[in-house]
C-alpha cells in the first residue's frame, strides 16, 4: 500500500518519473540499470537500509536511496558516502523537496519498492 501511494503521489509531480518496481523474477539492481534510476524508495522497518541498499550504491555510486518506515512516519536519506540522513518531520512534499535538493535541477527517474 506504501507503495501505490508514494507512486501515486510522485506521479503527479512534472519533474518525476516512476520508473518501475521490481517484479518476483528481477531483482531491483536490475530495474535500476535498465531505467537509468536516479532514486530508489524502500520501505524498512526502522528506517535502516535493507541490505540491498549497500550493493546498489557501490554499483551506481549516484543512486540516492530514501527508505520509509511502514507507518509512512519516518524517512532517511542513503547514499554511498556510508551516511544514512533523518528527514525530519516527514510528509510527502518533504520527501519531494528531499528529492529535489539531492538530485539538482535535473528530472527525476524513481523506482518504489516495498517489501513485507
Same mark, same amino acid.
Given at each position: #500500500? ?6 501515486? =503521489?510522485?506521479? /503527479? ?14 531483482? =531491483? ?6 531505467? /537509468? %534510476?536516479?532514486?530508489?524508495? #524502500? ?13 546498489? =550504491? /557501490? *554499483?551506481?555510486? !549516484? ?15 542513503? &547514499?554511498? !558516502?556510508? *551516511? ?9 512534499? !518533504? =520527501?519531494?523537496?528531499?528529492?529535489? &535538493? ?7 527517474? %524513481?523506482?518504489?519498492?516495498? !517489501?513485507?
Amino acid at each position: #500500500m506504501l507503495r501505490q501511494i508514494v507512486s501515486s =503521489l510522485l506521479n /503527479k509531480e512534472d519533474d518525476f518519473q516512476v520508473v518501475g518496481y521490481p517484479a518476483e523474477q528481477t531483482d =531491483l539492481g536490475s530495474l535500476v540499470e535498465s531505467t /537509468k %534510476t536516479d532514486v530508489v524508495i #524502500m520501505a524498512s522497518p526502522d528506517g535502516t537500509p535493507p541490505p540491498a541498499a549497500d550493493s546498489l =550504491l /557501490k *554499483e551506481h555510486p !549516484r543512486l540516492k536511496i530514501f527508505t520509509i518506515t511502514p507507518n509512512g512516519r519516518e524517512a532517511f536519506r542513503v &547514499e554511498l !558516502r556510508s *551516511e544514512t540522513i533523518p528527514i525530519r518531520e516527514i510528509s510527502f512534499q !518533504r =520527501l519531494v523537496d528531499e528529492i529535489r &535538493e539531492t538530485l539538482g535541477e535535473a528530472c527525476s527517474r %524513481t523506482a518504489v519498492e516495498e !517489501r513485507p
